[in-house]
């Protein structure tokens, strides 16, 4: 077991909404990256943050956006949904931000209609 | 820029066949290497990793992997296949000092026939 949760587990959204998953990172784990997997392809980055400061960014436009906390639990938040945001949007956190390990958690279905 | 290709997105295998995924990358740099399965629904588990030690890396499940620079490849293999191992295996690399910024291959379905 990763001790990385998700939630939701399921969400469905109208395009033109905003939506924003979550994520609790693995205890001690104080990176969170953050990646978009859509059906039949591979994960794609998102972004990641270290420390509460974004450190690196993917090809995704800024309506994805996200935030870390404190006890370095994130979200993930997606402005003006397009039917193309369709994903599993898995959360993955890390002991540092080099460190090579990253522990995934069940991902979030999110379904744009 | 790095990148990773998985040849065929689907392989099916006889119960107590070889298992081959093929794998191969594309790094300016000294890649970091891994293979993780999904299974229906989950998220993603860590089956083995290469990080410059040891080209011959030993996973869990029985799965192993050889990186072998001349080739640039890094393929799974697992001797004898069992019903459990029908998942979608990813391959993915990144960079040595960017930690778990992974850039992932599209995947290959496993499927195991009794």
């Known amino acids: 077991e990763t001790g990385v949760t998700q939630s939701p587990t399921h969400l469905i959204k109208t395009r033109g909404q905003q939506v924003t998953l979550r994520c609790s990172s693995q205890?001690?784990?104080?990176?969170v990256s953050w990646y978009q997997q859509a059906l039949g392809q591979g994960p794609q980055f998102i972004f990641q943050?270290?420390?509460?400061?974004?450190?690196g960014r993917g090809n995704f436009p800024p309506r994805f956006s996200g935030l870390q906390f404190p006890n370095y639990s994130s979200e993930l938040n997606v402005n003006a949904l397009e039917l193309d945001d369709s994903a599993l949007y898995l959360c993955?956190?890390?002991?540092?931000?080099?460190?090579?390990?990253?522990?995934f958690g069940q991902g979030t279905r999110l379904t744009v209609v | 820029a790095q990148s990773v290709t998985q040849l065929g997105s689907h392989v099916s295998v006889s119960e107590g066949a070889l298992v081959l995924l093929r794998c191969n990358y594309s790094?300016?740099?000294?890649?970091?290497l891994f293979w993780y399965v999904q299974y229906p629904n989950q998220g993603l588990q860590l089956l083995l990793k290469?990080?410059?030690?040891?080209?011959l890396v030993k996973g869990i499940n029985g799965f192993e992997a050889e990186f072998k620079k001349s080739e640039t490849s890094f393929h799974l293999t697992k001797p004898s296949a069992h019903m459990s191992d029908a998942a979608e295996y990813f391959c993915?690399?990144?960079?040595?000092?960017?930690?778990?910024?992974?850039?992932f291959g599209q995947g290959t379905e496993l499927s195991v026939k009794p």
């Open positions: 993955a956190s890390s002991l540092e931000y080099l460190e090579t390990e990253a522990f």
């Open positions: 205890s001690g784990h104080n990176t």
């Open positions: 943050y270290y420390r509460e400061e974004e450190n």
């Open positions: 790094s300016s740099v000294p890649p970091y």
């Open positions: 290469y990080t410059s030690a040891a080209t």
């Open positions: 993915a690399v990144s960079r040595g000092n960017q930690g778990g910024k992974l850039i």
